[in-house]
């Protein structure tokens, strides 16, 4: 079959119409500014921005609701949305690689204690083991992708669920930060002597203009890498296609096992990310650090609408899910509503986004 | 394996008897902008069979919903028992005794036949357990009524298609249904079992009960039906009474004035190439396959020897579970892992593939059986799915180029004629010819050489078949080689220009299909005069 | 790039704008919010570490409890859930609503540091509780001596519970942590008066009933002949309790824990109802906090102890219910 060829590379440069999938600004706005053609097309452009203007939504509320000294809101000073931010880059660089990991069908519940372990890791090689900040940072780092290789390898070849997997996982990465740590939190101190790690290492813990906190920066930029890699990628086509239907992508040619082992292994890299900055926040690492912090990136990739299934949802609803369960915790806070009461709200906010997925597929 | 031979069917003496049972007038349904229904008017009498024929995307499915409750606004009238109704949901049409058989059956497969029968209105003991006796009991009742030998204390996952689909229609007498609706019910079935069904509906016929058929086979509806409506856009093509079934004008109706010719001309019309010794593409000696798991149900390759050359399409014949898919899945390198004898040959290399990539790098592409579950996402976008398996061709460092992916995709949507408004619609929205095609293109764009195909138009309608048999010709024209595996003899008869047939894993006969009839594919795969049941 | 990322780089834009432009100037108005002296009101944030243990919620009981009595004083709780990131937060987001005071009970001494001397450093008078963190910036510490009240335990051992001698089993609490290290080494210098006693085993059980009952269940097994169980707080020594009732050796056994909370479950009514033979008060300084904060806030007090250490008090059964009144039992 002749006709049926890949063309190449350069085709004749014509006027591209604003088609669906079309990339660009312009081709973007052109789409949203036009009528909707059908009901069905205006409730998909509507819940397509769903977690952006639940987001939005809830910044709202939040100003409203938050309190005032002076005359000033509390909410927008600069340095309490510096402290959101920085609060949730965290949750919401693992929850990057649990978007990934969801995408494929699976589920990471290890992320918190390879934030754990990775924690101690930085804290115990900066200080005791006399590690300068990169090499430190890259052996972490190294733990925490090989980590969630193996996870992934125990997935794609040994077949078994991954929540199984990582539960397991999560109590091997727990145990060996106990026995790497000694059951303690290793302090950092900073300084130029013996026990003592590189005063670089603080900048962590800095902002930038004094007003960007450095973790959220982190934060962004691995955000925006994310949105680009899972826009842009044959690596991130494939996830989507084995999420959707693994028996297919299987026998269109996807290399199941390499992808499967590869999203584990990015999953176990953000979180070691999310522990060095952990430890460089705290000063300190522990190996209780992080527990249940998988529980939170689930809520936030799921409030991004990516769906538990696999095969369907966005990164930008990631960070958007992660962004606005900072702000519910910190207007929460606020607000000193009760610590227990605070968890009820929180749970009725996690289902009540993820009804309005379900009533999106009523709709349309 | 269609086998039904129509003098050996049961016939109903009386095509149209009893009174109206359900009569939809008028009806119409639009979704957005489209048309689906246009003033459809339909009836259903006590005890006759009434095929509802039509291409996929011609209103079926929309009026079958709306007279089993699942779509509930519409415009026209549906009366039951003369009396107007307007269901408000499926559980209301179930009350009024209209019952649907899906091609998805809905049956609870870790239950018994028992327990699904009396699902949601389980009989009670005094201390409020469920009664299993008595639910054994009113299962083994039902089931005899349709003659059908099944031991209700067995779990459903365990039976055949065609006893779950028996399970199915007991469900639906127990519930006292007058009306029942079968949507495509031969599509999973062996002969045998197509004789059962057909059994069983004659007895649901006897018992006044009104069937709604919808098949795309033809020569059942010939054997089953006492009289077809025709859709054709949303609207009635005709209405075929008892007696006067034939094929060609049904067609005729269902594709309007489209050309109707369903094959592509074979190449001995074309330049005479048929004949021609050209270098075996694909060559397989002695292949046996001993999986390290065997499973039930799968019969692996024992004792294949065939020969697929450039240009040519090779059909596969056989029964129910004579092996096809599984000798297809192992060239593909997707069979069970385990030892392997015999030799396969790529074009005179050595081919042995341990995964369907291996495959794919080889120049294998395998379009499977079952699209929905093997081959496609339905939400995900037309081109997204197209460029599945060829990505590498448009990605550059890990990147893909939305530029040269989008090009590609659109040629192709073109080459195929894939009927979508937008690359980025998503499959499941397209009919199942034009899925079909999406499959089709996502292994044209890695250029195969050969191509392996596990019945490619199940379930695709007669437009669509056409386009892909002229496709399959014209590739095949190109020097691509094929290797076409189907139930349908006309099919094999018309497209192939050799028929393998398949019997428990071997190779039973070759027979080219010039002055090759359907008996002989037939007694080849029977192993000669024994009845036509499925073998294992 | 879509709609969504468009949107999403709008709204982040937005969030850093806003970010941007808003002035922060808590340095102005920080002299007259503090300014002290009586009839002004006075807002207190409480960070708890973890709200999940009996003692915490004591703790914060003391000092509601307590704020209530001081006209003008308004508290407000926040709950780390064990977590030092969230309570770093929550002081974060205290210091955002321009608290006048902090009391902060903390998970963890390094991890906090730095928060507590941030709100220090903006002149908000700090006032640790039960655990210390690192460095001078803060204005007071309240605690309990956790070898003192080993010490009087070890001590009520020597004297009064084994005159003597005999067997003990130690199950102290979560290895690595202070309390544990030091509840044992107090127990020892008590007990180092009385050569007979003898502690024959000793275990953790990680502050928790459960594990303490596991572990006494087997050291019981081991040792038939023990004659005390001395447990590093009163959950487990009501789990040994428990473990030597299923032995049928309740009666022989003699159980003494630490901490005497002033709650249903806790350890003053275990020794009233006679499961237990003694426990030792750690005080939660709950009220102490509040005290020092109205000295600091209402009556401008410049000088404050820097450390206040709260002495101990032995609960027997003699004293037991009028201790648990005192204590504003619940």
């Given at each position: 079959m002749t006709d049926i060829r890949v063309p190449p590379p350069e085709p004749a440069v014509t006027e591209v119409?604003?088609?669906?999938g079309t990339v660009g600004l312009r081709g973007a706005a052109a789409r949203w500014l036009r009528r909707p053609r059908s009901r069905r097309e205006l409730v998909d452009r509507l819940f397509a921005v769903q977690s952006l203007f639940a987001l939005l939504v809830v910044f709202v509320v939040a100003i409203l609701a938050s309190p005032r000294r002076d005359g000033e809101i509390l909410f927008l000073t600069a340095g309490n949305l510096g402290n959101i931010v920085r609060a949730v880059s965290e949750i919401g660089i693992i929850a990057i690689g649990m978007t990934f990991v969801i995408l494929l069908g699976g589920i990471d519940l290890s992320v918190g204690a390879i934030l754990g372990l990775s924690a101690v890791g930085t804290a115990t090689l900066l200080v005791d083991s006399g590690f300068g900040i990169v090499p430190a940072v890259a052996v972490v780092l190294v733990i925490g992708a090989l980590f969630g290789a193996v996870q992934g390898y125990a997935v794609a070849?040994?077949?078994?669920q991954s929540f199984i997997v990582t539960l397991a996982g999560l109590q091997v990465a727990r145990g060996i930060a106990r026995i790497w740590s000694g059951g303690l939190g290793i302090p950092i101190a900073y300084g130029d002597g013996p026990q003592e790690a590189p005063p670089a290492f603080e900048l962590l813990n800095g902002s930038v203009n004094g007003v960007l906190p450095v973790p959220a920066v982190l934060f962004a930029l691995i955000g925006a890498a994310a949105i680009v890699v899972l826009r842009t990628t044959a690596f991130a086509r494939h996830v989507y296609a084995i999420g959707g239907n693994e028996k297919a992508a299987r026998l269109s040619g996807v290399p199941v096992t390499r992808v499967k082992v590869a999203v584990f292994a990015v999953a176990g890299l953000l979180a070691a990310v999310a522990g060095v900055i952990h430890a460089g926040q705290l000063n300190q690492g522990s190996p209780n650090d992080g527990a249940g912090y998988e529980l939170d990136a689930i809520a936030a990739v799921v409030i991004g609408g990516t769906s538990l299934a696999g095969g369907s949802g966005s990164m930008g609803g990631t960070l958007a899910g992660a962004l606005l369960l900072g702000i519910l915790n910190n207007i929460l806070a606020l607000n000193n509503i009760d610590a227990n009461v605070q968890l009820l709200i929180k749970g009725l906010v996690i289902v009540l986004a993820t009804a309005l997925q379900k009533l999106r597929r009523g709709i349309a | 394996m269609i086998l039904v031979d129509p003098g050996d069917a049961p016939r109903a003496a009386a095509g149209t008897g009893g009174p109206v049972v359900v009569a939809m007038t008028g009806v119409a349904k639009r979704f957005g902008g489209v048309t689906a229904l246009d003033g459809v008017t339909f009836e259903v009498r006590a005890g006759e069979v009434h095929a509802l024929l039509g291409e996929n995307g011609a209103g079926k499915s929309t009026l079958i919903n709306i007279l089993s409750g699942v779509i509930t606004d519409y415009d026209g009238a549906v009366t039951v028992d003369g009396s107007p109704v307007r269901f408000a949901g499926p559980a209301a049409a179930q009350a009024a005794g209209i019952a649907t058989i899906h091609q998805e059956l809905d049956l609870v497969p870790a239950l018994s036949v028992a327990d699904n029968l009396v699902l949601g209105r389980e009989p009670r003991t005094r201390l409020r357990t469920v009664d299993r006796r008595a639910a054994v009991r009113t299962a083994r009742e039902h089931l005899d009524l349709l003659g059908a030998d099944i031991?209700?204390?067995?779990?459903?996952?365990?039976?055949r298609v065609g006893e779950q689909q028996l399970v199915e229609i007991a469900k639906a007498l127990a519930l006292d249904a007058r009306v029942l609706v079968m949507d495509e019910p031969t599509a999973a079935l062996a002969d045998g079992e197509v004789r059962r069904l057909f059994a069983t509906i004659d007895g649901l016929r006897r018992r006044g009960v009104g069937v709604v058929y919808i098949s795309h086979r033809m020569e059942e509806i010939e054997v089953v039906a006492d009289r077809a409506t025709v859709l054709r856009n949303g609207s009635v093509a005709g209405v075929v009474p008892a007696g006067r079934m034939d094929r060609r004008r049904i067609i005729a109706m269902m594709v309007g004035e489209r050309a109707t010719s369903l094959f592509a001309p074979a190449p001995t019309d074309a330049?005479?190439?048929?004949?021609?010794?050209?270098?075996?593409l694909l060559d397989v000696t002695d292949l046996v396959v001993r999986p390290r798991a065997p499973r039930p149900g799968r019969c692996e390759p024992d004792g294949i020897s065939l020969t697929v050359r450039a240009g040519e399409i090779v059909g596969l014949a056989g029964l129910m579970g004579a092996g096809r898919t599984e000798l297809l899945e192992t060239l593909f390198g997707a069979g069970p892992r385990g030892r392997r004898t015999g030799t396969i040959r790529l074009d005179g290399s050595p081919y042995a593939p341990r995964h369907p990539r291996a495959a794919l790098r080889a120049g294998v592409g395998f379009v499977p059986e079952d699209r929905r579950r093997a081959a496609l996402v339905l939400d995900h976008p037309v081109g997204r799915s197209i460029m599945l398996t060829a990505l590498a061709t448009v990605t550059t460092a890990g990147f893909v180029s939305r530029k040269r992916e989008r090009s590609a995709v659109q040629r192709t949507i073109t080459e195929l004629a894939i009927k979508t408004s937008s690359a980025a619609t998503p499959v499941g929205a397209l009919s199942g010819g034009n899925q079909q095609k999406v499959v089709f293109a996502r292994h044209l764009l890695a250029e195969p050489r050969l191509l392996l195909l596990d019945e490619p138009t199940r379930g695709v309608d007669i437009g669509a078949k056409a386009e892909i048999y002229r496709l399959l010709r014209r590739l095949a024209d190109d020097g691509m080689g094929i290797l076409l595996a189907s139930s349908e003899l006309p099919e094999l008869l018309g497209v192939c220009d050799r028929v393998l047939v398949l019997r428990g894993g071997r190779t039973v006969a070759d027979l080219a299909t010039d002055g090759c009839t359907g008996e002989d594919i037939l007694a080849a795969a029977m192993g000669g005069a024994t009845a036509g049941r499925d073998e294992r | 790039m879509d709609r969504r990322t468009v949107l999403a780089l709008l709204v982040t834009g937005a969030l850093l704008t806003t970010t941007g432009c808003t002035v922060e100037k808590p340095s102005d108005d920080a002299g007259e919010a503090r300014a002290c002296g009586a009839g002004k009101d006075s807002l207190i944030g409480m960070s708890q570490a973890n709200n999940a243990e009996p003692y915490r919620q004591v703790m914060n009981n003391d000092v509601q409890t307590a704020a209530k009595e001081v006209p003008g004083f308004r508290v407000v709780v926040s709950d780390a859930a064990q977590d030092n990131s969230k309570q770093v937060a929550d002081v974060e987001n205290f210091l955002t609503q321009r608290i006048n005071l902090l009391i902060i009970s903390p998970n963890e001494a390094k991890p906090l540091t730095a928060v507590v001397k941030k709100a220090y450093d903006q002149g908000v008078p700090v006032i640790v509780l039960d655990r210390k963190v690192e460095g001078e910036a803060y204005t007071a510490f309240i605690g309990g001596d956790n070898v003192a009240i080993g010490r009087a335990a070890g001590e009520f051992y020597a004297t009064t519970l084994l005159p003597g001698g005999g067997k003990v089993i130690e199950i102290a609490g979560l290895p690595g942590s202070t309390p544990a290290a030091e509840r044992a080494k107090g127990f020892r210098d008590g007990i180092a008066g009385n050569p007979k006693i003898e502690i024959v085993a000793s275990q953790p059980g990680d502050w928790l009933r459960e594990k303490g009952q596991s572990v006494a269940d087997a050291l019981i097994k081991a040792h038939p002949d023990v004659s005390a169980v001395y447990a590093h707080n009163d959950p487990m020594a009501e789990g040994a309790y428990l473990a030597a009732k299923a032995a049928g050796l309740e009666q022989k056994i003699k159980f003494t824990g630490i901490d005497a909370l002033p709650v249903p479950s806790g350890g003053i009514k275990a020794v009233e109802q006679g499961r237990l033979a003694a426990t030792f008060q750690y005080a939660t300084g709950g009220r102490e906090a509040v005290e020092l904060a109205r000295k600091i806030l209402i009556d401008c007090a410049t000088d404050v102890p820097r450390a206040t250490t709260l002495a101990t008090t032995r609960i027997t059964r003699d004293n037991a219910a009028e201790a648990y009144a005192k204590l504003g039992g619940l």
């Open positions: 119409p604003p088609a669906a070849r040994l077949g078994i | 031991d209700p204390r067995r779990p459903v996952g365990s039976l330049d005479g190439s048929r004949g021609t010794v050209r270098e075996p | -």
